[in-house]
């Protein structure tokens, strides 16, 4: 576990995991999927932690088998709407 040597065993290994639980939820691609502020307080506290990271959990499994299922035109994926891009297109008058 990730977890500062000074503390040797001065920590509680559930703890531990909640932390971390709560930090990966932090770190998701989209910052729409990240919880609010007061949605982590509220998972430090123990509130709602376990349905987050069940919801988590099943989403990331759907992404992975996305990521990893066969696509027949590889050469036009789009994984999502970060990657389009805006052209600007500018009338000329000669």
Do not use: F
């Not at 509680?12 to 999927?33: F, K, N, R, Y």
């Not at 990521?67 to 990657?83: Q, R, V, Y």
């Amino acid at each position: 576990m990730l977890v500062d040597p000074d503390l040797e065993t001065n920590y509680i290994d559930s703890e531990v995991a909640q932390l971390i639980q709560v930090a990966l939820l932090c770190t998701q691609g989209s910052p729409m999927d990240r919880p609010k502020m007061s949605d982590v307080v509220r998972m430090l506290e123990g509130d709602g932690l376990a349905e987050r990271w069940d919801e988590w959990q099943k989403v990331e499994v759907t992404r992975q088998e996305i990521d990893l299922a066969p696509h027949p035109n590889s050469d036009w994926i789009l994984d999502s709407i970060e990657n389009l891009h805006a052209i600007v297109l500018i009338e000329y008058s000669l």
